[in-house]
Antibody, heavy 120, light 106 residues
Framework: EVQLLDSGGGLVHPGGSLRLSCAAS????????MGWVRQAPGKGLEWVSL????????YYADSVKGRFTISRDNSKNTLYLQMNSLRAGDTAVYYC?????????????WGQGTLVTVSS | DFQMTQSPSSLSASVGDRVTITCRAS??????LNWYQQKPGKAPKLLIS???SLQSGVPSRFIGSGSGTDFTLTISSLQPEDFATYYC?????????FGGGTKVDI
């Protein structure tokens, strides 16, 4: 059974940093691209970032480019999102999600989410 | 970038109703369109990929159709557990993008 366990959220001041983690199990981690999707309180889903199975190819939404860094440790089956220069607008529940093996990118399994609150 | 527009943003329906949600892409995305269901306080769940491919375990009352720029998600007979918010997502190209969501309630 695929399991994704998000962690690392919390309260941070504007301009601060936070690192999210996603521990994966139940599938061959290195075979799949992984992503982060966020949801601001009461709002819709927003794609944040994607990384391929090898960790080489990385993609970012314009809203986080230059501030967030996605990475993975395939020896630990763990996905990360390093978030720097945080703003109030980054307040959201952050979900890690597993890509399918299809040619295109959609997410067939999701973590439970971790809440990031950016506030002074 | 591809903009995804869902309509309506919310709807009220009854158990047994046929419900249709529309998703429109700003440019053609072929059939690279996926649908998710999200219940309050829960992570999204993938229902349909590539416009019409039902995911394993998803009831057959969920039907996806469309290609190009216009897509629909139909729930043929609404059940109590279907009251949720539904999102479309294009997977044609980066950056990935979601529609604004359609909340289905009683």
């Amino acid at each position: 059974e695929v399991q994704l366990l998000d962690s690392g959220g919390g309260l941070v001041h504007p301009g601060g940093s936070l690192r999210l983690s996603c521990a994966a199990s139940g599938f061959t981690f290195t075979s799949y691209s992984m992503g982060w999707v966020r949801q601001a309180p009461g709002k819709g889903l927003e794609w944040v970032s994607l990384i391929d199975g090898s960790g080489v190819d990385k993609y970012y939404a314009d809203s986080v480019k230059g501030r967030f860094t996605i990475s993975r440790d395939n020896s630990k089956n763990t996905l990360y999102l390093q978030m720097n220069s945080l703003r109030a607008g980054d307040t959201a529940v952050y979900y890690c999600a597993k890509d399918s093996l299809s040619r295109d990118t959609f997410f067939d399994n999701w973590g439970q989410g971790t809440l990031v609150t950016v506030s002074s | 970038d591809f903009q995804m527009t869902q309509s309506p943003s919310s709807l009220s329906a009854s158990v047994g109703d046929r419900v249709t949600i529309t998703c429109r892409a700003s440019q053609s995305i072929s059939t690279y369109l996926n649908w998710y269901q999200q219940k309050p306080g829960k992570a999204p769940k993938l229902l349909i990929s590539t416009a019409s491919s039902l995911q394993s375990g998803v009831p057959s009352r969920f039907i996806g159709s469309g290609s190009g720029t216009d897509f629909t998600l139909t729930i043929s007979s609404l059940q109590p557990e279907d009251f949720a918010t539904y999102y479309c997502q294009q997977s044609y190209s980066m950056p990935l993008s979601f529609g604004g969501g359609t909340k289905v309630d009683i």
